[in-house]
């Protein structure tokens, strides 16, 4: 079952209402508090912002300058030069 937000003004025979998807922003704060905590030091990690809405100039700049659909969020590397990926084994 999914959680759910009960109005505080209605009846106590209430269903409530689906609590909204995390929007993008409060999803990436959410991973880089995360990673600031717990990622080991010997890990670096950035957030590529590629993502939000821009403007057809600004979209036209970020191509011309070599950013790329289809790249992720949030970049991970070790000192030792190994990129986090799925097939990393811990």
């Known amino acids: ?3 759910r937000q ?3 003004f209605r009846s106590r025979k209430q269903r ?3 609590l909204p998807a ?4 409060q999803l990436h704060v ?3 508090d ?6 080991l030091p010997s890990w670096e990690w950035v957030h590529l912002p590629f993502g939000e809405h821009r403007s057809a100039a600004t ?3 970020l191509a011309r300058m ?9 970049a991970l590397f070790c000192i030792d030069g190994r990129v986090a990926d799925r097939s990393l084994k811990w």
Request: charged share 25%; no cysteine.
């Open 1 to 3: 079952m999914t959680e």
């Open 6 to 8: 009960l109005h505080l």
């Open 16 to 18: 409530g209402q689906a």
């Open 22 to 25: 995390p929007g993008e922003f």
């Open 30 to 32: 959410t991973i880089a």
């Open 34 to 39: 995360i990673l600031r905590r717990w990622a």
């Open 59 to 61: 979209a036209g700049r």
């Open 66 to 74: 070599g950013v790329r659909k289809g790249y992720p969020d949030f």
